[in-house]
């Protein structure tokens, strides 16, 4: 089945230790996003990549970086990462054009400690 | 501004009842609405959009939204509650942000639904 897949599910690191989350899609979508969702929240938006096109929101902090190597792979590096950064960070496919809904990864939950 | 409000932090139903979790927006031109449900520890799912057409859309495992211009609401609905569509549900609204080509989903801050037996 075509998807969005997350690695890895669970990620624990110290506060101050970069971390990076891997996000692949066989779905051939243009477009890929990272969320970051806390506690019973609404995800926020950190960035998105239209095909090679990097878009950051403009409260994304400096600590969050992504990489798009290819199509089918995304990259969320928390260079610095501090306790405020704990949460559920989500990968996001669509393909291009506002209509289309988006595809969810099931999400990698990063504890920092 | 771009803007989704979902008014209730908790739904609670009765097996077998009718279940309806609200959603209004604002957003400057036409609207596109969806519908995302998210199960504990999970990533979110879609189950429904309004683009264009009929107000009335129906989605994964039996929801329906009806979309309504005139209240922009766009609540969502489902004859028969069961015990497994407990969960999170997010509305959210496609919106132009300037400069950006794809506009972005603003989300609700969701409605947790209880399906109690």
């Known amino acids: 089945d075509a998807m969005v897949i997350q690695n890895p599910r669970y990620q624990v690191t110290q506060f101050g230790k970069p971390v990076t989350l891997s996000c692949s899609q066989t779905?051939?979508?243009?477009?890929m996003y990272w969320y970051q969702q806390k506690s019973s929240q609404a995800p926020k938006l950190l960035f998105h990549?239209?095909?090679?096109?990097?878009?950051n929101e403009a409260d994304t902090p400096d600590n969050f970086q992504s990489r798009r190597p290819n199509t089918s792979f995304c990259f969320l590096d928390i260079r610095s990462p501090g306790l405020g950064d704990a949460a559920m960070y989500l990968c996001a496919t669509s393909p291009g054009g506002l209509a289309y809904e988006q595809y969810f990864g099931p999400g990698t939950r990063l504890t920092v400690t | 501004a771009q803007s989704v409000a979902q008014p209730e932090d908790q739904v609670n139903v009765a097996e077998g009842n009718p279940l309806t979790v609200k959603c209004t927006y604002s957003?400057?031109?036409?609207?596109?609405l969806f519908w995302y449900v998210q199960y504990p520890n999970r990533g979110l799912q879609f189950l429904l959009k309004?683009?264009?057409?009929?107000?009335l859309v129906k989605g994964s495992y039996g929801f329906e939204a009806e979309f309504n211009k005139s209240q922009t609401s766009f609540h969502l609905k489902k004859p028969s509650a069961l015990v497994s569509d407990s969960a999170l549900y997010f509305c959210?609204?496609?919106?132009?942000?300037?400069?950006?080509?794809?506009?972005?989903?603003?989300f609700g801050r969701g409605t947790q639904l209880t399906v109690w037996p």
């Open positions: 309004y683009i264009t057409g009929d107000n």
């Open positions: 990549y239209y095909d090679k096109d990097f878009n």
């Open positions: 779905l051939n979508h243009n477009v």
């Open positions: 957003v400057s031109g036409n609207p596109y």
């Open positions: 959210a609204v496609r919106a132009f942000d300037r400069g950006s080509t794809l506009g972005r989903l603003y």
